[in-house]
């Protein structure tokens, strides 16, 4: 796809259609010269210099890639418009597309029926799931993993609700007899299960917390923020196939959350909650004198505790898919890619003297750090950072990221290094971008090399 044609495209489309309304005139307080725009334009470029390249396969560090060209040709488009997906009146095109792209995720998860939308974060989405949650159990609390996301404590904060936080076991995952010992006090309403943690990409048991929570008369709610387009893989032929027992588990789930801008080749700007009841959308009534006049049909905004919504989201998500579906054919294939790169990386990171594997990892995310003398934490640490901060010079970058273990994470995977601090910084690369495959070797060698570097410093 040659992204500056079809830009071109989309502009010209737009300004057709625009021109079947008659002239008009644009208003003299919106004129700026061209003269004017280029300095403030020089500016922008410069500016935009300061990050950090996360399109290269040198880039092996955050969550973090740009969109692909069909998501951004489809929202630059649509967003020519600016519909709102809030409501049928703010641009129906784009409803229907959230609606279609919402049902493919549907789908994807194995969902016979299903409510949900776009939202504009994992964050929120997760929020919404979580006040129906409330709504539903108002006077128990909810259960998340010690290594979910941050912002489940932080929501049940602002929702009201006691957060209960259960211990993880030595591969980062819920730990079922510590969930087993919360459910019995009858305090918890919801679950939370995290398919892919935001650190280690750690898998929970889907389908063995369910089982719990069903005997106990609980809700289980699904964080595939980052992981959910995994699914795809499930039960997939060769290396890159993972259990398929967690992922199809997700399907009895009450509701799980998904991020397009994370796996779904989205610009920022894109989550999507779904619930399986589609009964749930009772929680939402409310009345908006403002909106949703044209038509009778359900709004968006009927069902989203956000008001104004970009339709262009919808457009972009919605246009992705129409070439690269969310299959096993389709979006599978850029998903197995990174997680053969984590393999490779896998290996060579245990053949190495000068890297250890932190553990296996599960989905693309592989955690390492640089082998040390003496083995302890304070060393471990120093030396990952001496790692991040060196890799990113020049001539040969490599942009990598770290995550903070603390002691008994550290020890239980690694017992015979020295315990001489609280935990120790390691080396983390989340390899999302289907590139990684093919440059996994160069990155390791790079990253051996400055692992000894820093060793030779220490
Ligand atoms: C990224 C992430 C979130 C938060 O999503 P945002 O889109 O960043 O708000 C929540 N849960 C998990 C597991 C994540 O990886």
């Known amino acids: 796809m040659d992204l500056q044609h079809w830009l071109g495209r989309g502009a010209q489309a737009i300004q057709d259609w625009a021109d079947t309304f008659g002239p008009y005139d644009t208003h003299p307080s919106l004129h700026v010269d061209d003269d004017r725009f280029a300095v403030a334009f020089e500016e922008l ?55 279609e792209a919402v049902a493919r995720l549907a789908a994807m998860f194995g969902y016979e029926t299903h409510l949900g939308h776009l939202t504009t974060s994992g964050t929120i989405a997760n929020l919404e799931a979580l006040f129906v ?4 159990h108002p006077d128990r609390g909810v259960a ?8 489940h404590g932080r929501m049940c904060h602002v929702l009201g609700v006691t957060g209960h936080p259960v211990r ?24 939370v299960v995290t398919t892919g943690t935001t650190g280690l990409g750690a898998v929970d048991p889907v389908h063995e917390v369910l089982h719990l929570a069903q005997r106990h008369g609980v809700r289980v709610h699904v964080d595939a923020a980052y992981g959910g387009f995994f699914t795809l893989l499930a039960g997939a032929d060769g290396p890159e196939g993972l259990p398929p027992e967690p992922w199809r588990a997700i399907a009895r789930c009450d509701s799980v959350v998904v991020d397009p801008h994370k796996h779904g080749l989205q610009p920022y700007g894109c989550g999507a909650v779904l619930f399986r009841d589609p009964e749930v959308g009772r929680f939402y009534l409310h009345d908006s004198p403002y909106t949703y006049f044209t038509s009778t049909a359900l709004h ?10 970009a339709g262009a989201s919808a457009a972009a998500l919605w246009l992705t ?28 990171i245990t053949e190495s003297s000068s890297l250890e594997l932190y553990q296996q990892p599960e989905l693309d995310i ?43 994470a550290f020890t239980s995977r690694h017992p015979r ?26 990155v390791h060698a790079r990253v051996e090399q400055l692992a000894r570097a820093a060793r030779a410093d220490g």
């Not at 993880?168 to 679950?191: I, N, P, S, W």
Request: glycine share 8%; charged share 25%.
């Open 45 to 99: 470029k410069g500016r935009l210099k300061d990050n950090y390249p996360f399109f290269h396969p040198h880039y092996a560090g955050q969550m973090l890639k740009p969109p692909h060209p069909a998501a951004v040709v489809g929202h630059l488009t649509a967003m020519l418009i600016n519909p709102n997906n809030h409501a049928l009146d703010g641009g129906p095109a784009t409803a229907s597309m959230e609606r």
């Open 133 to 136: 949650a409330r709504e539903l």
């Open 144 to 151: 998340y993993s010690a290594d979910a996301h941050y912002t």
């Open 168 to 191: 993880t076991d030595d591969r980062g995952r819920m730990d079922l007899d510590a969930l087993e010992d919360a459910l019995r006090t009858g305090r918890v309403g919801t679950v």
């Open 300 to 309: 968006l905004g009927e069902i989203s505790l956000e008001c104004s919504r």
């Open 321 to 348: 898919f129409q070439v690269l579906p969310p299959t096993p054919g389709g979006l599978g294939q850029v998903l197995a890619a990174g997680r053969r790169a984590a393999l490779k990386w896998t290996e060579l």
């Open 366 to 408: 592989v955690t390492y750090f640089p082998t040390t003398d003496p083995a302890a934490l304070s060393a471990v640490d120093a030396a990952s950072a001496r790692v991040l901060a060196n890799g990113m010079t020049a001539p040969d970058p490599v942009f990598l990221s770290t995550l903070r273990a603390d002691r008994e």
């Open 417 to 442: 290094t020295v315990a001489d601090a609280d935990g120790a910084r390691i080396l983390r690369s989340v390899l999302m971008k289907p590139e990684s495959e093919h440059h996994v070797d160069r």
